[in-house]
């Protein structure tokens, strides 16, 4: 076995480093949940939460993976038989659906090529054709995290408002929640769905629901089966403190120290350290003349890039020397584009150096791995990084 010394590279799109100091806000005795020290905390993080959500409605918390705030935003809203229109933008989007079908959704499901994100004008297009209003909800995922694509969730909430149709706009902001902006109520956002794995910077256990007026009171007609994914009680905690069951309570310590420094950052400070990351990233990936997956520069994901290898050439080939080689994680392609991608992610706590030192690996992974390549990449993101900023 090979024995590494120093930090390991942990530059997958999720779970992230978690930042020392989440570490040791982590590393604490757990408390009484019941007790008044873990209201004060609840009532903290929940207030905290929403800022990060950009909203003033109520966020519910789940011990979950990100997949348990999926279920829980189409259980606490729908009901069996509903129609619901989503768009394969990707590996996520395709799991979403699959997870709706399973509980008993009609998921009208618009092909995509998996280099774009959700098309606005199809969206509209499709919502003005529903007359009778059969649609009763829209999802989309913000940062589909298999590809590096960012949709559009302002102009998509602007092309449901052109269509003049009531249905529900459930947005997935795994991957973009504090690193990409996101704004839910100023974009008419009615259910988000977070984890705590990404941009947040916690290790993988925690899920939440941001929730507009309109999605609850959907919520009080939905009759899909839910007990442990209910609503009502779980948002009960933001004036109580209290949870309805045992909560994940030394998450929520390091979810406390992560709004913290988020905020000390400055969250457009944090989505600016995003884009001046990714847009490094960017000009090694060309640097290497290598290919972008994401076709639209307009919808370049600042949280991750996913990089094409030539045809004939495996991806994970890449992903394995960087690991053996490097101690240097890089995130595998998923679903349709297994083995023609490998995704670099830049999210989290993260910094310009360490973007190099990732890089760096790539750069030489590439060369280990026999993937035809220019060299320069690395130069090309440091040119950038050392020179004058926008
Ligand atoms: C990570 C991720 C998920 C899956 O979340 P789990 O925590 O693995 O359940 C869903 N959607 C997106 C966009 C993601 O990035």
Redesign the pocket.
Known sequence: MVRHTGRHFLQI??PTNVPDRVLRAIDQPTIDHRGPEFAELAKRVIAGLKRVFGTKGGVAIFPA???GA?EAALVNTLSPGDTVLAFETGH?AT?WRALGLRLGLDIEFVPGDWRHGVPPGELERRLAADASHRIKAVMA?H???STGVASRIAELRSAIDRARHPALFLV?T??SLASLDYRHDEWGVDVAVG?S??GLMLP?GL?FNAVSAKALAANKAAKLPRAYWEWQPMLAAADTGYFPFTPATNLLFGLDAAIAMLEEEGLDNVFARHERLAEATRRAVKGWDLEILCLDPAEYSSALTAVLVPAGHDADAVRKAALERFDLSLGTGLGKVAGKVFRIGHLGWFNELMLMGTLAGVEMALALAGVPHRKGGVAAAMDYLSGNRR
């Open positions: 799109p999720g993976s990100g997949t999926w996520f799991l995922v940062n589909e995290t997935d795994i991957s984890g794995q990404k993988p899920s």
